[in-house]
């Protein structure tokens, strides 16, 4: 088990930048994890932003933040994060960490039940 803490969020206007942070911690090695960011808008399902595999090769992007938001992990720290360039209004949501310890197909990656732990989400607004 590792327990996933977010922040980085807030108010931004659009195109602007926002970097996400997700610290983890507990008695489970972060490095067998395979990380991920979903976010969750108001009457919207929780749907995945990127995703990260435990040493980084693999790596994902929604259709929607393709080109703007990097994803990124630091084994060493325990952290992963999520750049998010050239925001928009759309990109207002809660954004939650996530993990998975082993590896995902690319297949299942977006499903929120494929994951073990969440974090409590950090808001970003985005303001045009």
């Known amino acids: 088990q590792v327990q996933l803490v977010e922040s980085g969020g807030g108010p931004v206007q659009a195109g602007g930048s926002l970097r996400l942070s997700c610290a983890a911690s507990?008695?489970?090695?972060?490095?067998?994890?395979?990380m991920a960011w979903f976010r969750q808008a108001p009457g919207n399902e929780r749907e995945l932003v990127s995703y990260i595999s435990w040493t980084g090769t693999n790596i994902y992007y929604s259709d929607a933040v393709k080109g703007r938001f990097t994803i990124s992990r630091d084994n060493a720290k325990n952290m992963v994060y999520l750049q998010m360039n050239s925001l928009k209004p759309e990109d207002t949501a809660v954004y939650y960490c996530?993990?998975?310890?082993?590896?995902?197909?690319?297949?299942?990656?977006?499903?929120?039940?494929?994951?073990?732990?969440w974090g409590q989400g950090t808001r970003v607004t985005v303001s045009s």
């Open positions: 507990g008695r489970a090695s972060f490095s067998d994890y395979a």
């Open positions: 996530a993990a998975k310890r082993g590896l995902l197909v690319a297949d299942v990656v977006g499903e929120t039940s494929k994951y073990d732990n």
